[in-house]
């Protein structure tokens, strides 16, 4: 779903900006290895939320940004 969905959505002239972040992400949290691990079973649903939170206020302001 990761793969369509950021192709009906974003602007095709950002596109690939929005690809880079995602692989990033994986890249560098990758070597990190399982949250469960590190953090607890428990906390990981929180962390998620907290995940998406973030996003949804750091999105709008970079979507408002003249790069």
């Given at each position: 779903?990761?793969?369509?969905?950021?192709?009906?959505?974003?602007?095709?002239?950002?596109?690939?900006?929005?690809?880079?972040?995602?692989?990033l992400?994986?890249?560098?949290?990758?070597?990190?290895?399982?949250?469960?691990?590190?953090?607890?079973?428990?906390?990981?649903?929180?962390?998620?939320?907290?995940?998406?939170?973030?996003?949804?206020?750091?999105v709008?302001?970079?979507?408002?940004?003249?790069?």
């Amino acid at each position: 779903m990761y793969g369509t969905t950021p192709q009906s959505r974003v602007p095709a002239e950002v596109l690939a900006r929005v690809g880079a972040f995602g692989g990033l992400g994986a890249f560098a949290l990758g070597p990190a290895g399982s949250p469960a691990d590190r953090i607890g079973a428990g906390a990981v649903p929180a962390l998620g939320a907290l995940w998406h939170v973030g996003a949804g206020v750091v999105v709008p302001a970079v979507r408002r940004q003249r790069w």
